[in-house]
């Protein structure tokens, strides 16, 4: 009696699979060797492209290559290019040998409220200079040994945007975003553990400063039989972002305090009680509840102004990836002409005034919009489409957020 053939990984005999592939010594079933691809290609001896630091931009042209994408914010825009071509200038000079004068890393904390464009400023650069970047929100962090996720994820995170190539990510940038939800609760030290707040500011120390962490390759908790891969953090470049909701009246508070004397009330006239954010100082965050050693790892600080209405109708339609020109295209796609007129753009840019969202909330404005018609139009034979403000009017007024709009003038 033949002896019946098995696959030699998985041990089923020909019966059992679709196909069996017979080699010289052994053989593979057809989902074996599926799987077998399907580790190669995600096998992190896939080599990533290093970022180039020889053609390392200018400031002044990293900044024109974010106004192609982010509408206003000029101060932000100056403060983040800067700091960002003098850490990768640094890092020029360590692989060239230069050690005259050691340079420190100059990480970066962005203050700003909600959709004015810090998540956006940090994307777009790390696109510009192809370097490794990542997302991480600071909120799932807590104490290692606590529900949540250890601060060793943020950088499980940015080693699998470079296939887990340390020395690749070792160029990285890590965008860690709701840095204001991890303050501490209060002034006064606690007796009881704050795992989610000063705790996570204290684990996050040694990863700013610069230090070779142990990172678990797919995230989650430690544990000792795990591998581990080292990451050397003094190279990477962390950028913080935060709304810090109520840091004004802690600023307007520090600037009162400090009006003392007989221009006082001259002092007084000259603030700004419309954008309070450019006065921020380090003492503020300090005074808001981030411990100060972080604040002192942290000593790029930056502002995003407020969205007054001209940036948010520039926003609509001027960026290369514009909200508009995107659904354009998305309709160019099925052979449809889509144009919006004057009157109804400036309708998206009133309702996202009124909902308070920044420009997150013209997205939100428009997809309700534009949800029937591109339920309705692919199934027609229509190949022209013009939304005016009369139309976006009908849409609203069929969605949610018309409830919510009444809402909030009650």
């Known amino acids: ?19 069996l ?17 399907d580790i190669v290609v995600g096998s992190p001896m896939q080599t990533t492209p290093e970022f180039n630091l020889k053609n390392l931009p200018k400031p002044k042209e990293i900044k024109e290559f974010l106004d192609q994408y982010v509408i206003g914010q000029d101060e932000a825009k100056k403060t983040l290019s800067v700091a960002v071509y003098n850490h990768y200038k640094r890092l020029k000079n360590i692989s060239e ?18 959709g004015t464009g810090k998540t956006l400023l940090a994307r777009t650069i790390a696109k510009m200079l192809v370097v490794p970047f990542t997302i991480v929100d600071a909120t799932v962090l807590t104490e290692a040994g606590y529900v949540g996720e250890d601060v060793e994820s943020l950088l499980s995170r940015l080693l ?16 860690i975003d709701e840095i204001d939800k991890i303050a501490r609760k209060g002034d006064n030290p606690s007796i009881t553990r704050d795992v989610s707040g000063e705790g996570v500011q204290q684990g996050l120390l040694k990863l700013l400063e610069g230090s070779v962490i142990n990172v678990p390759p797919y995230g989650g908790r430690k544990h000792p039989e795990q591998q581990f891969i080292q990451v050397d953090t003094k190279n990477i470049l962390f950028i913080c972002g935060g709304a810090f909701d109520g840091i004004e009246k802690r600023i307007a508070n520090r600037l009162n305090t400090n009006v003392v004397g007989f221009d006082a009330v001259e002092k007084s006239a000259r603030v700004d009680k419309g954008n309070m954010l450019q006065y921020i100082a380090p003492m503020d965050l300090k005074a808001f509840g981030l411990i100060p050693e972080i604040v002192g790892r942290l000593p790029i600080l930056t502002y995003l102004k407020p969205l007054d209405r001209l940036a948010l109708r520039d926003i609509l339609t001027e960026p290369k990836n514009s909200i508009i020109r995107q659904y354009i295209y998305l309709f160019k796609l099925d052979g449809v002409d889509l144009s919006f007129t004057d009157d109804a753009l400036d309708f998206i840019v009133d309702k996202a005034i009124e909902y308070k969202l920044g420009a997150r909330g013209l997205r939100s404005i428009v997809e309700s919009i534009m949800t029937e018609p591109m339920f309705e139009v692919p199934s027609t034979e229509q190949k022209k489409l013009v939304v005016d403000k009369e139309f976006a009017k009908k849409q609203i007024e069929k969605t949610n957020l018309n409830i919510l709009s009444r809402q909030m003038s009650e």
């Open 21 to 37: 592939i017979t080699g010289l010594n052994g053989n593979i079933c057809d989902d074996c060797a599926r799987q077998a691809h």
């Open 160 to 175: 699998q945007e470079c296939n887990y190539d340390p020395k690749v990510a070792e160029t990285g940038i890590v965008f």
């Open 1 to 19: 009696m033949a002896k019946k053939r098995q696959c030699s990984f998985c041990g089923r005999d020909e019966s059992e699979v679709r196909m």
């Open 97 to 114: 040998g230069h050690d005259d004068v050691e340079l420190e890393k100059s990480n970066i904390i962005m203050v700003g409220n909600t």
